[in-house]
């Protein structure tokens, strides 16, 4: 499928749909611009954007000519897909999204168009509803401490990888032991992360082992940092581990255990057997498999572990009035602190999705998640009933889901069968099958089977009660927090969640004006086919003639993301922006490996970056070398150029974000790019920023060999309130082997690829269409508009607060890029008021802060984007202007900080209600100047003590009686 234009042809008209997109009208336009002082968009990006790096023409991608055309490709394409019945298992099943929580989270946009909740004062819905999934997790999996979720099972394993490694005292050569009845998809993306690292991974059968000589002769006699088994494992067989556990431990090893945790509403908790950590995914709890994602991940770990998890972690803590309040707890910013010595880094989740799955524990309660597991075992034990009955060899004995079943010479022959009975199986090699049932698994459903297989099978499904040894049997009681028991009316459930979301502010609301984050329009017309069936329900290891539709989608919006950027290949397969930084850089490493140049292993890293460079950086087996920042905010060229002489043998790449952190278009990137690459190195451009550059510069054409891209940044998926989030990496034509790929499907990469980065071959493939419907309504044209509008917007509010607060870096005649940063620090110097206090004050006016403290301490960074109108960014500019009134009135001693608005904001409505010792009135308070009072947002607590909930750390549902006075 091509839209791709011709260089020749004349522009067509602007399709309705970019002037929906983009929010300031002509006339706002104009207006704009007279503030900038500039005559002309155009004249503007040409002052602003350095000559040497324009793109010679313009993008040549065609835009549909409706939103109602765009919807008619996908169902095209969508009707490219086979949907069979999947009992493929393998981490992914079919479930059922209870209609309550598909319409109320997933197609909700107070939900999914919020942001990571770093402001907890505004996020207390979210951050509640993580709370319900990290006790879900640690409940089932009878360990202390869950996060908040990670990118999927295979990427969980491999953090619970360097977990172990960083923990354990076993000497440096020791070695990750992992099952072979683990996920495949899982072990060869343990394999990928650790191969960098210098980790050695051994695969072996681990079920006889029972002490500290037999662990250490799986190893080959080697020393054992950590253990990985799957519970089930992928054969279906549910093992009795507490030996295993027991021999590591002994040994001086750590355990994980990948858990299934509809299975664990009826086993043994990995915790009660000895893990240390379990990871796994909550796909099967109502989120649709959508061709392997997006999915939550998870990871718990038991007492003593919780400051090492990677990713995010909510925690409780309490506001300024005592009240019981949630926050991010921990690593909240770990990248952005420790850099090259953070654990991980990943900085995000799969927010939308631990909501979905944690709402799905609340909806059927204990109870009712145990009503499904019993029927899903109870139809897996019938199946394995009907094949012995028929004569059929069926090699598991102790399953919950999924059976492997021996038919020497017949495998192909059998899954050929059952999918032309409209049922997926899958084959283990050319003697066995495997087949697993779910919650959506009928009579029929395994009719078809047994009728691939040649038996006759059943005529009904008895309830069955698991046949399994006592240590197998879970005797733990779970979920037994009120928030379980309450909700299970559809009454209830809706307003539960309509009160969660209440309590916080996404973009359904109002501007989110943060700095590098590029909170722009989530359109309604490209969230519409992620929830279509051709879609979500494939299985992402599904045969390759079932799924041409959502394989042609990738296809189209990688070929348009080239485009847009110059490179000449992209993988999709990255599920967060980290791990396209991972994916750039291992194919940078492999490259520099293939061409006999295994020393460059320096990395270059400007002072300014974001802090997963230097994580990214580390786990692709580099060493961090950082470049100074000049002076006015530009890298420093002549430390650049000392690092470079001094590390020119050994450098491997330079990773810049362009334009800068900082906000401005640096002029010296061609030099820059020119000193690596004479050097032997490699250019990795963080495309962060990538919104000011969409048809106005391509990094691949001004010197970059590597970029990762967010679409869920500059192509409009949602941020979900922390995920979910796709991470593409685009590289020029000598990288390109060296891209990811997957030993399940390997029409994913190429062969020669690095292995890989996510769990599915496609990563978070089922909101791929959400980017393909917004580059297809905006076309070149509209996409370079909004790039255009999104630069013009951020130097709107630079010129309109200047002289309110200083702009601390700015480009010649004082532009700045698609964001500016604004310097509280002199302020803060001169009368105490900080950062926080203008960003928990901005709550009051009825917004969310600008980033703070990023990625200069004491500062705020805001990011208008082009989505935002012009009456909107002039109430967050006028809200700004007052709030530096406030300020002034402090340095003029009016008013102590200590005693005013500004220190003492958000403000509750319950505050207002009680005493009132102030010398503000509760107007001041709660109506400054410019709020609407028919359109007021109330933060649900006030200001919260962010080093009480890390003093004492509580991760889990507290009880009610928390929350009472």
């Avoid at 493929?88 to 999204?97: F, K």
């Avoid at 002769?217 to 549910?238: I, K, N, S």
């Avoid at 299985?539 to 959502?550: N, R």
Wanted: hydrophobic content about 45%; charged content about 20%.
């Amino acid at each position: 499928m091509s839209h791709a234009q011709s260089s020749h042809s004349a522009l067509p008209p602007e399709p309705d749909f970019v002037s929906r997109h983009i929010g300031p009208s002509d006339d706002d336009t104009a207006e704009m611009l007279k503030v900038v002082g500039q005559p002309s968009i155009d004249a503007l990006i040409d002052a602003a954007v350095p000559g040497g790096i324009r793109s010679e023409r313009p993008l040549r991608v065609e835009a549909a000519p409706s939103e109602e055309a765009v919807i008619e490709e996908l169902h095209r394409l969508a009707s490219r897909n086979t949907v069979l019945t999947s009992m493929i298992g393998l981490g992914y099943y079919g479930t059922v999204t209870p209609p309550v929580v598909r319409r109320n989270v997933l197609e909700n946009p107070a939900w999914y168009t919020a942001y990571t909740p770093y402001q907890p004062e505004i996020s207390q819905g979210r951050l509640e509803a993580l709370i319900n999934f990290q006790t879900v997790v640690t409940d089932l999996t009878g360990l202390a401490t869950a996060g908040a979720s990670l990118l999927d099972e295979g990427t969980a394993a491999a953090e619970a990888m360097t977990l172990m490694r960083r923990t354990s005292k076993v000497a440096q050569d020791a070695v990750l032991l992992v099952d072979e009845h683990v996920l495949p998809q899982t072990i060869a993306v343990i394999q990928t992360r650790a191969k960098p690292l210098g980790l050695g991974v051994v695969v072996a059968d681990l079920t006889p082992v029972a002490d500290a000589a037999s662990l250490t002769a799986a190893a080959g006699d080697r020393a054992v940092f950590g253990v990985l088994v799957q519970y089930p494992g992928a054969d279906g067989e549910l093992r009795d581990w507490s030996a295993l556990a027991a021999a590591a431990h002994e040994a001086g090893a750590l355990v994980t255990a990948a858990a299934d945790l509809l299975a664990l509403t009826l086993a043994t908790p990995p915790g009660e057997w000895g893990a240390d950590v379990a990871v796994g995914s909550s796909q099967r709890f109502g989120v649709p498999m959508g061709f392997g994602g997006p999915h939550a991940g998870y990871m718990s770990v038991r007492a003593g572990l919780e400051r090492s998890l990677p990713g995010r972690l909510v925690g409780v803590s309490v506001d300024a009035d005592g009240h019981q309040a949630y926050r991010l707890a921990l690593q909240t910013r770990e990248q952005h602190i420790r850099r090259e010595k953070a654990t991980s880094n990943i900085c995000t989740a799969q927010v939308l999705l631990a909501v979905m799955a944690s709402m799905y524990a609340v909806w059927h309660g204990p109870q009712g998640l145990a009503r499904i597991a019993r029927r899903t075992h109870a139809h897996a034990a019938a199946l394995a009933e009907g094949l012995r009955a028929g004569g059929v060899d069926v090699a598991t004995t102790h399953f919950f889901d999924t059976v492997t079943v021996a038919v020497p010479g017949r495998a192909a022959e059998v899954v050929a069968e059952a999918a032309a009975r409209g049922v997926n199986l899958w084959p283990v090699d050319a003697d066995r099958v495997s087949v697993s049932t779910d919650e959506t698994t009928d009579l029929a459903d395994l009719q078809a089977v047994w009728a691939a297989f040649g038996v006759t099978g059943l005529t009904e499904v008895r309830d069955a009660e698991p046949s399994w040894p006592a240590a197998l049997v879970r005797e733990t009681a779970y979920l037994t927090h009120p928030v379980f028991h309450t909700h299970h009316s559809e009454t209830a459930m809706l307003r539960y969640l309509r009160r969660l979301s209440d309590k916080d502010y996404a973009l359904d609301r109002g501007m989110i004006p943060l700095g590098s984050c590029t909170m722009k329009l989530n359109a309604t017309t490209e969230m519409e086919a992620v929830t279509w069936p051709e879609f979500a329900g494939l299985h992402p290891f599904a045969p390759a003639s079932q799924t041409e539709g959502i394989r042609e989608l990738v296809t189209d919006l990688a070929s348009w993301l080239c485009e847009v950027t110059g490179y000449d290949e992209v993988s999709l397969q990255p599920n967060a922006g980290s791990q396209g930084e991972l994916a750039g850089l291992l194919a940078i490493h492999a490259y520099h490996e293939a061409r006999g140049d295994a020393a460059r292993t320096v990395c270059l890293i400007p002072a300014s970056a974001h802090g997963t460079n230097a994580a990214s950086a580390v786990m692709a087996g580099m060493k961090v070398v950082v470049v100074k920042t000049a002076e006015g905010g530009d890298i420093d060229m002549d430390d650049l150029r000392a690092k470079v002489e001094q590390h020119r043998d050994q450098l491997a790449a330079i990773m810049v974000t362009y334009p800068s952190t900082h906000g401005v278009f640096e002029d010296t990137i061609s030099e820059l790019c020119e000193l690596v690459h004479d050097a032997g190195g490699q250019v990795y451009v963080d495309g962060a920023n990538l919104n000011a550059l969409v048809g106005i510069a391509r990094p691949g054409k001004f010197g970059a060999d590597v970029s990762h891209l967010n679409l869920h940044k500059t192509f409009c998926i949602p941020h979900g309130g922390g995920g979910p989030g796709v991470g593409p990496v685009g590289v020029r034509a000598h990288l390109a082997p060296y891209l990811p790929n997957h030993p399940l499907a390997p029409e994913a990469g190429p062969a020669t690829g690095v292995g890989p980065i996510s769990a599915a071959p496609y990563g978070s493939a089922s909101i791929l269409p959400i980017s393909w419907a917004y580059v297809r309504l905006m076309g070149g044209a509209g996409l370079t508009k909004a790039t255009q509008t999104a630069i013009l917007s951020a130097n709107y509010v630079a010129a309109r607060l200047r002289d309110h607060f200083p702009v601390l870096y700015a480009g010649p005649e004082g532009l700045v890029a698609h964001e500016c940063i604004l310097d509280v620090r002199e302020i803060t110097r001169t009368t105490g008021v900080t950062v926080d206090d203008v960003a928990k004050r901005l709550i009051d006016y009825g917004f969310h802060a600008p980033t703070m403290s990023f990625p200069v301490a004491g500062t705020l960074m805001v990011e208008p984007t082009e989505s935002e109108d012009l009456a909107e960014l002039d109430r967050f500019c006028d809200a700004m202007v007052a709030i530096r009134g406030e300020i002034e009135q402090v340095a003029r001693g009016d008013v102590a900080v200590a005693d005013s608005a500004l220190r003492h904001a958000p403000h509750t409505a319950l505050s207002l209600a009680g005493e009132w010792d102030h010398p503000y009135d509760r107007h001041t308070a709660a109506y400054p100047h410019g709020v609407d009072p028919r359109a007021k947002y109330w933060p649900p607590v006030r200001r919260i003590d962010g080093a009480f909930g890390d003093r004492n750390l509580v991760c889990s549902c507290p009880p009610p009686e928390a929350f009472e006075d």
